[in-house]
């Protein structure tokens, strides 16, 4: 019932009912002098200001946009609204069922003070991958600039960190060797990536270059985890793809395959 009436005051926002609950809340206090709201302008206020955090939120991001919003669309346009900054970067499945993300040059994201932006990456994936929510609160921080997962399949991430962090006369146009060595990269920057020192959890570390370009490759465990790492323009790039016990099992082979895809672009 009160999903309901929420739906109804978000609504027929255009009858401007959440004002007039602003307006009588004023009133009720004495500060402005006026006739008194309907039993239903008091419901919705009751509401609103249970769900103060939601509908705030919700008005700021429906103000940003053009649509109206009819009743059971409410939700829908939040949810949109909380996702907004992502911007799609999928192919459509080549002949085998596998997509290529392309970091879109719209993308929001990695344009602080002094630094250029992200020079974009793309890599593979079959399809039921799809691009997730990014959290602060997720390993590596701030720095995560993308997240995809499948289900049924396990994650991936891409962590892009400015390396100023690490050394501060590497220049503009940064190289992976540059930073160091396999050896040096996996030891420095896997606990970006798993949370914890990767000693002794290494289990296979190769170089691959593409198009003038090397990539560290570093497959861990336990958790089980496989690291591509390289470096372009002032940034490092570290792609991991990873999964439970199962899923490793399972699909090991596309996994893999995904890690390997990585390519700066």
């Avoid at 004002?19 to 419901?43: C, L």
């Avoid at 006369?169 to 992976?176: A, F, S, Y």
């Avoid at 370009?213 to 336990?222: A, D, H």
């Avoid at 470096?231 to 996994?255: E, H």
């Amino acid at each position: 019932m009160e999903t309901a009436l929420l739906r109804y005051c978000v609504s027929f926002s255009g009858h401007h009912p959440y004002h007039k609950q602003i307006v009588s809340h004023h009133r009720a206090n004495g500060e402005i002098p006026g006739p008194k709201s309907s039993p239903e302008d008091e419901r919705c206020a009751k509401v609103l200001s249970r769900r103060s955090v939601m509908v705030s939120s919700g008005f700021s991001l429906v103000s940003s946009t053009t649509a109206l919003v009819l009743p059971g669309e409410g939700l829908a346009v939040v949810k949109q609204g909380l996702l907004a900054g992502r911007v799609p970067g999928l192919s459509e499945p080549d002949d085998e069922g596998w997509r290529t993300y392309r970091r879109p040059d719209e993308k929001s994201g990695g344009h602080g003070v002094g630094w250029s932006p992200i020079i974009p990456y793309a890599f593979s994936v079959p399809q039921g991958w799809n691009e997730v929510p990014v959290s602060i609160a997720d390993l590596g921080g701030t720095e995560i600039d993308l997240r995809f997962a499948s289900p049924k399949e396990g994650r991936v991430s891409v962590i892009v960190a400015p390396v100023l962090r690490f050394a501060d006369n590497l220049g503009d146009d940064v190289k992976i060797e540059n930073i160091g060595t396999p050896a040096k990269v996996i030891n420095a920057f896997g606990p970006e990536v798993i949370g914890e020192n990767v000693e002794g959890k290494v289990l296979s570390s190769n170089v691959a270059e593409h198009d003038g370009r090397l990539y560290y490759q570093f497959e861990l465990e336990p958790p089980h985890v496989v690291i591509t790492a390289t470096a372009a323009g002032n940034r490092l790039y570290l792609f991991s793809v990873t999964g439970n016990g199962l899923q490793w099992k399972r699909y090991y082979k596309d996994l893999k395959k995904i890690a390997t895809s990585f390519r700066i672009v």
